[in-house]
């Protein structure tokens, strides 16, 4: 029998291994600086349809920036949508044509950055962790409900997110019962379990064990207090990056991105994510939710797969499916994206009982 004091000098051996090897080109672990000048889409709005006014709250006490917009044309206090976005994204990065969209139809809405992104606090940047959003996603809603009570009514709360943030909204549905009054989640991240599987299948054994192996490094650096082990979040197939894309879906990636990220973000995120992918799977939260949800997903999903959206659909008779046959990314721009926000828009205002100004109450339609 092998004893357990045999084994410490092979772990502290795998250990020292993790740090010191610099197996792999796809790592990067030069700094990445925080750019707080990087601030130019962050001014005041102040549009025929809506104002936007930045705002501060706290998270587990960093703060957090976001944009609450304000409807105008409504009388008495508009409910409220919270939204964020998915795997290392920032509300600069295309989340502001869906909160006008809202906006314009009556909703108040906020969105804001997660901790280490964007106009946001903390240290290093670009740290993704299911955890920390889940926190950051309470924190959302206690600052709605503690601070804006005088110009929306918070008893009648929605949640919106995509990709990543369509599990987190599911989990904090969920995990908050009654307190919410609708949800959509669109292309959303639903089993971590099903997705380490598919990109096992397409990326093949030594290509996976390279991506969780990075991770481990990241989380050894970080053990020893030395600067943190980055991976690229999009990337061609081959590259070591959390989503490997054709150039197609790289470009539409691209496409809803500022010219100057907010923060100084870059194309990159800690790489201990890939350890914890698996393990975050909102599907098990779906039973739980009480309110309304308008679950959006596409057919041709290379990311989140059409089949887990299919079985959440089943796991709880509140969730209204609306499927359309594109890809991940197409939701985001053109004819897509005006017909998916507006049927979202619809299904909100439905939900929420939110008052359509007149300036767009003439296009009263069905739902969907
Ligand atoms: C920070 O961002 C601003 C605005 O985008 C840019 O002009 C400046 O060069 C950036 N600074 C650094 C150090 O990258
Ligand atoms: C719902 O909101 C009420 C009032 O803010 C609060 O007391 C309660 O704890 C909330 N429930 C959940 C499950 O968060």
């Not at 039973?287 to 989140?304: E, F, G, N, R, S």
């Amino acid at each position: 029998m092998v004893s357990i004091a045999a084994l410490i000098p092979i772990v502290i051996g795998l250990f020292g291994a993790a740090i010191v090897i610099p197996w792999d080109k796809t790592i990067i672990t030069e700094p990445l600086p925080r750019n707080t000048t990087a601030t130019e889409n962050c001014g005041l709005i102040n549009d025929p349809k809506y104002r936007r006014r930045t705002v501060f709250f706290p998270s587990k006490g960093l703060q957090l920036e976001g944009w609450l917009y304000t409807p105008k044309g409504v009388e008495g206090r508009p409910p409220i949508v919270v939204l964020a976005h998915g795997i290392a994204g920032q509300k600069d990065m295309g989340l502001h044509p869906f909160a006008e969209v809202f906006a314009q139809r009556g909703l108040a809405v906020l969105t804001f950055d997660y901790r280490n992104f964007g106009g946001s606090d903390g240290e290093p940047r670009n740290w993704v962790s299911p955890k920390r959003h889940l926190e950051d996603w309470e924190a959302a809603l206690d600052y709605v409900r503690s601070t804006l009570g005088a110009e929306v009514d918070v008893t009648r709360i929605g949640l919106w997110g995509t990709s990543f943030a369509g599990g987190h909204v599911l989990v904090t549905a969920a995990k908050e019962g009654g307190n919410i009054s609708a949800v959509v989640s669109q292309v959303p991240h639903l089993s971590g379990f099903e997705v380490s599987k598919q990109s096992l299948k397409s990326r093949g054994v030594p290509q996976s064990v390279r991506l969780f192996l990075a991770g481990l490094h990241d989380r050894a650096r970080d053990l020893v207090g030395l600067p943190p082990a980055y991976l690229k979040v999009a990337g061609p197939p081959g590259s070591n990056s959390f989503m490997e894309l054709n150039d197609a879906d790289m470009q539409l990636y691209l496409a809803k991105h500022p010219e100057h990220y907010m923060g100084g973000w870059q194309n990159r995120v800690l790489a201990r994510l890939a350890n914890e992918m698996s393990r975050y799977n909102p599907i098990h939260y779906v039973p739980k939710i009480k309110a309304p949800v308008l679950l959006v997903a596409t057919m041709k999903d290379t990311l989140c797969p059409i089949a887990v959206a299919h079985r959440a659909a089943e796991l709880n008779s509140n969730i209204q499916l609306l499927e359309k046959d594109v890809g991940h990314f197409d939701v985001y721009l053109g004819d897509l994206f005006d017909e998916v926000s507006v049927a979202q828009a619809r299904f909100l205002v439905e939900k929420l009982g939110a008052v359509v100004p007149v300036h767009e109450a003439a296009e009263a339609l069905p739902l969907l």
